[in-house]
């Protein structure tokens, strides 16, 4: 059974940076898309960020880009989601996410097959 583990949330002020990590043990991921989502109180689940299998391409969400970065540790079999410039709006859960044997970005939360327990991020301004 495959667990993914984050950490790295917390409390920080509007401009600061946190990195989320996420381990993964049951599987090796390293054929896997890995994605990050987010969960604002009383919205759905949003995309953030995806990468595919190691040095294959990325994606990010059009309110992150050019201020977080994903990227992965196959020798770890942990992902990571540098968060630089944080905005008030960023506060949310932030949850891992694997898709199995994938090739093909998707954006959709639906698509991915495990997830973590997800870790609180909260920006304050």
């Known amino acids: 059974q495959v667990q993914l583990v984050e950490s790295g949330g917390g409390l920080v002020q509007a401009g600061d940076s946190l990195r989320l990590s996420c381990v993964a043990s049951?599987?090796?991921?390293?054929?896997?898309?890995m994605g990050w989502f987010r969960q604002a109180p009383g919205k759905g689940r949003e995309f953030v960020a995806v990468?595919?299998?190691?040095?294959?391409?990325?994606v990010y969400a059009d309110s992150v880009k050019g201020r977080f970065t994903i990227s992965r540790d196959s020798a770890k079999n942990a992902v990571y989601l540098q968060m630089n410039s944080l905005k008030p709006e960023d506060t949310a859960v932030y949850y891992c996410?694997?898709?199995?044997?994938?090739?093909?970005?998707?954006?959709?939360?639906?698509?991915?097959?495990?997830w973590g327990q997800g870790t609180q991020v909260t920006v304050s301004s």
């Open positions: 049951g599987r090796t991921f390293s054929n896997d898309a």
């Open positions: 996410a694997g898709r199995i044997d994938s090739i093909v970005i998707s954006t959709s939360a639906t698509r991915y097959d495990y």
């Open positions: 990468s595919l299998r190691s040095g294959g391409r990325t």
